[in-house]
């Protein structure tokens, strides 16, 4: 079903009374919404994706050479599990934390390609754009509560773990094409939907999402689906868990979920703003005795959702753990 999300115009301004009173509607509403008017450059966006299409282009034996694992988070995998379930698609997981990408020897490094000599300064001036714009967004929600637009800066300022996902979502024809290979063999895991991601909910504050012009992505209001049709040059925006304790269950961070391609593969690429790992997360009220949560170590949330990432263990870390 086609019902599609709010789309808000930023143009105005971050901070402009009408923006605010449409995003915090979209927030109470969907907890998903398209941004446009953001002023990010399209020659960019275009050298971003074609970035993006040429990394997934590279043999299968370049890509696993830049595998992730349990020590280092970033690089690519193609077997991720969502509620430990096996998704229909391949990704490369990329820090988006700009002091860490610029260190001459990061603790974590992203394994770049040099076959793609490109790939990094053009991903590296994207991050720049879409964390000044997650950080003025966040300051639009919190006026949106109330608070002063910097009252969350602490939290993200240097030492956020936010990070970049490419995603690519094989065409069916290319799903099939090789049997044996990891999709293929995992096929009977998702043959009754054929769902790229199966249903859940973001971890951390925002997602910010760019993606191309193929629908696939799915969010539940009223416990039907609806599928999102991508504005040209928007982004698409959904709040995640942190940001529901940090409103106190005025925004809801909403499930979601992503069909499996069709006759045409499908590329997006989410920017998962989230806190440093120093965060304890606690609701802005006044009085504790107002809250519905119990305060929330991001560190120890954000671990506990990355290992179901690799392994099915059992059930999944989830928010309801820490209400009060």
């Known amino acids: 079903m086609s019902l ?17 009173e449409e995003l915090s509607h979209a927030c109470e509403d969907w907890g998903f919404f398209q941004l446009t008017g953001h002023g990010i450059d399209q020659g960019l966006r275009e050298k971003f994706f074609q970035a993006q299409k040429d990394f997934f282009a590279l043999s299968k034996e370049s890509k696993l050479a ?10 690519y995998y193609d077997k991720e599990l969502t ?53 003025n967004l966040l300051g639009s929600i919190c006026l949106a509560l109330g608070e002063s637009s910097a009252t969350l800066n602490p939290f993200f300022l240097k030492n ?38 199966h249903p859940h909910t973001d971890a951390g ?41 940090w409103s106190n269950d005025r925004f809801k961070a909403p499930e979601h979920r992503v ?18 790992y120093e965060t304890i997360c606690t609701p802005l009220v006044a009085h504790q005795e107002d809250s519905h949560y ?5 560190r120890e949330f954000r671990s506990g959702r990355a290992a179901g990432d690799y392994a099915d263990i059992g059930e999944e870390i989830q928010i309801s753990w820490y209400r009060i």
């Open 205 to 245: 504050a925002l997602t910010v999402l760019a993606q191309d012009e193929v629908p696939g992505l799915q969010v539940n209001k009223d416990d039907t689906w609806h599928i999102v049709i991508p504005a040209k040059d928007g982004f698409i925006i959904n709040i995640g868990y942190m940001v529901q304790v």
């Open 83 to 135: 509620k430990n379930k096996v998704d229909a698609k391949e990704i490369y997981d990329i820090d988006a934390n700009l002091d860490n990408l610029n260190r001459e020897r990061p603790e974590l490094p992203v394994p770049w390609t040099a076959e793609l000599p490109a790939l990094q300064p053009i991903v590296l001036e994207w991050l720049a754009e879409v964390e000044q714009l997650s950080l």
């Open 66 to 75: 830049l595998s992730r694992n349990e020590e280092n988070f970033w690089g």
């Open 294 to 298: 119990k305060p929330i170590s991001w």
């Open 259 to 276: 069909l499996a391609s069709g006759e045409k593969a499908r590329y997006s690429a989410p920017y998962f703003y989230n806190p440093s």
């Open 4 to 20: 599609n999300i709010p789309v808000l115009n930023v143009s105005r301004g971050f901070d402009n009374p009408e923006f605010i």
């Open 160 to 197: 956020h773990t936010s990070f970049l996902r490419f995603n690519y979502y094989p065409s069916v024809s290319e799903r099939r094409a090789e049997p044996g290979d990891s999709l293929e063999s995992n096929a009977s895991q998702f043959a009754f939907d054929e769902l790229g991601i």
